[in-house]
């Protein structure tokens, strides 16, 4: 089963700092377990923007944004057995020493892109209302016929949702332990329900794209740029 482990940067921090070194180590020690299977940091909350489309209007808000606690710092996608697992790998991550880590599953996870990777990489998050529903289908279907024009277009990377069940959970070092909260959680005014990698040229051609995805008409997308790391050395 894959899972992604998010790591949720908080805007008032806690604990020590985190560098990319240690984030290395760690992600070299899952790629010696064979259990990594894609992620990387993202530029700055401040580097980003955040997309939405009301009544045919599109709306585009430059980062930071003023009305989260929180933001996404990087992903990591891993590959194992259980979402128990998924947990105890999440419980090793130095990232709980500053912030969180979210463990969501990945129940339709499509990484077969067709973007040539010459350009830059973008992370659209699909941020809704917690209970968004889709009683007949419709939004997944309109999502998968924008699956299918970004592959056409030659710049999509992967993409999946981010699955509710198994519950999502959240890990945070606190008083030197471990701590683990179930979800949903209830101070969560808007929920990451999916996420898209595209490569565009540039901040501004990722948020056209973005433009035209249908999260857009019912959510918010927030548009960050996906930091190049070298690959975790197994």
Sequence with gaps: M?????????KVPRGEPVTFEEMGRYAGEL?????IRGGAPLQP????ARVSLRGGQAAVTDGPFAESKEF???FMIVDVASRAEAIEVAKRCPATRSGIVEVRALPDRDAEGTAPGTSPRFMFLLYGEPGLT???GSKYQSMLAYDRTLKGEGCYVESSQLGQEPPAAR????G???VVTD???????????????VEARSLADAIAVAKRCPAAHWGTIEVREVIKVPPPSA
């Design 2 to 10: 894959e899972f992604a482990l998010v790591f949720v940067n908080l």
């Design 31 to 35: 790629a010696r377990e064979g259990k």
């Design 45 to 48: 909350e401040e580097a980003g």
């Design 72 to 74: 996404v710092g990087g």
């Design 134 to 136: 889709d009683p007949d």
């Design 171 to 174: 890990v945070e070092l606190l």
């Design 176 to 178: 030197g332990r471990a």
């Design 183 to 197: 979800g949903p959680f209830a101070e969560t005014k808007e929920v990451a329900g999916g996420y898209y990698v």
